[in-house]
């Protein structure tokens, strides 16, 4: 997750830094307030700021940084949403069921070509992965790439992910599914154009 491969995983790493840097710093400075006011000796006759404390740490710098992080998350949220019609993507089906993962592709040369836990896929191209179940909830999540994305009985949900580079990238199912759940893994193999064109023609003439 911390590691990301895509622009998908990018934005969500993104997130968590600045959630993860920016709760840091702010619990440093309460926690230098809250030392402060230990050490401290009120002088005789001096004037209380709780109000300012109450109203501007209570309320207004919370309700801004809360704001602030909610548009950002919005917006980000917004951004990961997959274009079903978008040239160039990869279209990939990936059917769930106890408990492995069957994927299928569209687009390829020869439509019945199906792999079991493992995604072959172009690098530097967007996926359009839609996700489906045979029988129990599951999830599809590969950390370095993206988001999680449930696998529904009867639905269709559909993520968009990219692979930046060639590579392999592992996965998981994400969702308790039984008691093969744990030996659920699966694989994204993400080739450059080459040798992803030449894997698909190959398929293709089997
Ligand atoms: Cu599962």
Not at 6 to 26: E, Q, T
């Amino acid at each position: 997750m911390l590691q990301p491969g895509g622009p998908d995983a990018r934005a969500i790493a993104m997130i968590w830094n600045v959630m993860a840097w920016g709760s840091a710093l702010i619990l440093i400075g309460m926690l230098a307030l809250g030392a402060a006011a230990c050490r401290r000796t009120p002088r005789p006759g001096e004037r209380s700021r709780a109000g300012v404390f109450l109203l501007g740490g209570g309320l207004a710098f919370p309700g801004v940084v809360l704001l602030a992080l909610l548009i950002y998350g919005l917006r980000t949220g917004d951004a990961r949403i997959a274009f079903p019609d978008e040239q160039g993507a990869w279209r990939v089906d990936v059917h769930a069921r106890q408990w492995q993962w069957e994927v299928r592709y569209p687009d390829a040369p020869h439509p019945g070509w199906t792999t079991q836990n493992e995604i072959i896929a172009p690098a530097g191209r967007p996926l359009h992965i839609s996700v489906t179940s045979h029988d129990v909830i599951h999830s599809l999540w590969i950390p370095q790439l993206g988001g999680k994305i449930d696998a529904i009985p009867g639905r269709i949900n559909v993520i968009r992910l990219m692979a930046d580079e060639p590579g392999r990238y592992r996965g998981v199912c994400a969702e308790f599914c039984g008691v093969g759940h744990s030996r659920m893994p699966i694989l994204l193999h993400a080739h450059d154009p080459a040798t992803f064109a030449k894997l698909t023609q190959e398929v293709g003439h089997e």
